[in-house]
């Protein structure tokens, strides 16, 4: 009797452990779920609440320069999601200088898509005395609407998530020449000096009577604005 009472009690116990265990294993991928979809707000793995608000690249349009370019660059943005409605993208570009040289707000309706070689966006409109640079730093800002159904970007405006944004490289690294496209770098937001900055800095060069510093925007792939 002692034993068969034990062997019930055994039976039972694993009986126990198994829907222990059971449970661990299904709520491992469940827990999980939330950090694996797009635009979720659960931490990423680096740390951070994805997507963010700040996209950063860098240009380099000089065949033969020192910084390797192979010639023209290409700049594409998109609105991936309907959540948000249209969106601005804030666009800031700087010299190797870390001088503002133009800026433009672009809109971008849910699922648009816009592009443009770094030249064409940059085209004659460059303020910093010296010419249109050969190497820089691109910093797009995805923004709500500012100015009614229009965006500027020397003109205080709420950064809202989650334009995505590529940048195509043609380069020269060893004496071999390729093609390559990287994805903007998501920094989370602007801190908020440089936010403060890139708004200030863009009012003025476009106000100050020169007749630059606007970038053309990106057009869609058919080579329309809208």
């Known amino acids: 009797m002692r034993k068969s009472s034990f ?14 265990l059971g449970a661990v294993i299904m ?23 994805d997507p963010g608000t700040f996209l950063t690249g860098y240009f380099d ?19 991936p999601t309907a959540a948000n409605g249209d969106l601005c993208a804030m666009i800031y570009i700087f010299d190797a200088s870390e001088e503002l040289g133009c800026c433009r ?11 443009d070689s770094v030249e064409t966006i940059i085209g004659s409109s460059w303020e910093i005395a010296g010419g249109t640079p ?27 998530a989650n334009l995505n944004g590529w940048m195509t490289h043609a380069q020269t690294v060893g004496g071999i020449t390729g093609i390559t496209e990287v994805s903007l770098t998501d920094n989370g937001a602007a801190d908020a000096t ?8 863009c009012s003025d060069i476009v106000s100050n009577g020169s007749g630059k510093g606007i970038c053309n925007c990106p057009t869609q792939p058919d080579g329309t604005t809208d």
């Open 134 to 160: 050969a190497q820089g730093v691109i910093q797009i800002v995805s923004a709500l609407p500012n100015a009614g159904p229009t965006c500027n970007p020397g003109v205080a405006y709420t950064p809202t």
């Open 105 to 115: 707000g672009c809109p971008l309706t849910p699922n648009q898509l816009l592009q």
């Open 7 to 20: 062997n019930r009690k055994a039976v039972a116990w694993a009986g126990v452990l198994a829907m222990a």
């Open 194 to 201: 440089e936010a403060a900055f890139l708004i200030s800095e």
């Open 61 to 79: 349009v000089a065949p033969g320069s020192e910084a390797f370019g192979a010639g023209d660059n290409a700049l594409r943005i998109e609105n």
């Open 27 to 49: 709520l491992g991928p469940t827990a999980q779920a939330g950090t694996l979809r797009r635009a979720s707000t659960s931490a990423s793995a680096s740390g951070g609440a």
